[in-house]
């Protein structure tokens, strides 16, 4: 920030010449300046740039330091000065401090000083907000002991039967095995997209338009002696920037369907047959029995079967509170285990999954 002196005013209190800060007497009347205080040219207006004074002996002059007062006539002196320039008295024995009525120097704001505790106030309560949090979601996800009675259980035993034979498909592909395949004709396949045109489109850009520009406020104290340094007042400027509207050409698409051949087709494969399920809520499950399952009982020339097991086994538990829940044992002896009435401690999870404690 730039530095600069201004010049002062004051009027003489006998004739009421205005005369200019660096002159110790009145330019009209000749009265040695005494008590009339300085004000700024023009009055009332902050001082600016364009008045800085640039003439280096008012500079020396501006900074040489506070006026003095003589103690023996009461005239104001220049403290560059070392004989009273009114009756001669030395500035070594004679000086005073010269008083001025009012306060010259521009009011200080008042710096605002953060309380403080206050950012250790902060701190603690987003670190007390993240606990809560953490403690809230903590309780509702949380997995839970409880003590509970097996209220019903069941089981189910499936077999899965798969046969080998001939199955009808239809596809573009047909697999090497493929037999019977019959050309179902052309049919639509997928989308190609393909090129048409372009389409004109609008876009904004940021581009430079002129200059943004501040002036720091000007900050002045007086230095009692017909000037005032000064700070500030300069400007600061940057690229100002502003949205463009522009257009460019992108390529435009168009959907142009692709049709292939179709066909349909047979080949021996394994599928799924028929499901055998036996269920109950007996202590000892039973696997449906080898007559019910019928394995390769009806099969045609050529065709094979194969089977596949399946067991599920269900608990339900009871708190005492009535809240229940469903357990699925692993095996047949850990559903064997469980017997109807028996109390067992369960651990149940947010989700409601049930494991067995040890
Ligand atoms: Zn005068
Ligand atoms: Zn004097």
Redesign the pocket.
């Known amino acids: 920030m730039p530095v600069f002196h201004v010049e002062m005013r004051w009027r003489?209190s006998?004739?009421?010449?205005e005369n200019l800060g660096r002159f110790k007497d009145?330019q009209?009347?000749?009265?040695p300046k005494d008590g009339e205080p300085f004000y700024d040219a023009p009055e009332g207006a902050a001082p600016t740039v364009a008045q800085a004074v640039v003439d280096e002996q008012l500079i020396r002059q501006a900074t040489a330091g506070a006026d003095w007062s003589c103690k023996f006539c009461g005239s104001h002196q220049r403290r560059d000065s070392g004989l009273c320039g009114n009756c001669g008295a030395d500035q070594s024995g004679a000086a005073r401090e010269a008083k001025y009525d009012g306060a010259q120097a521009a009011p200080q704001p008042k710096s605002k000083k953060d309380w403080p505790g206050r950012g250790w106030a902060i701190a603690m309560g987003v670190m007390a907000s993240v606990l809560t949090t953490i403690l809230f979601f903590s309780w509702v996800l949380r997995t839970r002991e409880v003590r509970a009675e097996i209220v019903a259980r069941s089981w189910e035993h499936k077999v899965l039967v798969e046969r080998y034979k001939i199955v009808a498909s239809e596809g573009f592909e047909t697999p090497s095995d493929a037999f019977d395949v019959v050309n179902q004709g052309q049919r639509f396949h997928h989308n190609d997209k393909v090129q048409d045109g372009t389409t004109r489109e609008s876009y904004s850009e940021r581009v430079a338009c002129g200059q943004e520009c501040t002036t720091t406020p000007t900050r002045c104290t007086t230095n009692n002696n017909g000037f005032k340094t000064c700070t500030g007042g300069d400007q600061k400027c940057s690229t100002k920037y502003c949205s463009e509207t522009r257009y460019r050409e992108v390529p435009r698409y168009k959907d142009v369907p692709v049709h292939k051949d179709y066909f349909s087709w047979k080949a021996w494969r394994w599928a799924h047959e028929r499901d055998v399920v036996e269920s109950g809520t007996e202590e000892s499950p039973r696997w449906p029995s080898d007559d019910s399952v019928a394995l390769e009982k009806n099969c045609g020339p050529k065709e094979k079967e194969r089977a596949d097991r399946r067991a599920i086994y269900r608990v339900v538990f009871k708190e005492e509170d009535g809240a229940k829940h469903e357990f699925t044992a692993q095996t047949l002896e850990q559903f064997q285990e469980l017997a109807l009435g028996e109390s067992r401690t369960i651990r149940v999870t947010a989700n409601h999954e049930v494991t067995l404690v040890p």
């Open positions: 003489c006998a004739c009421q010449q009145c009209q009347c000749r009265k």
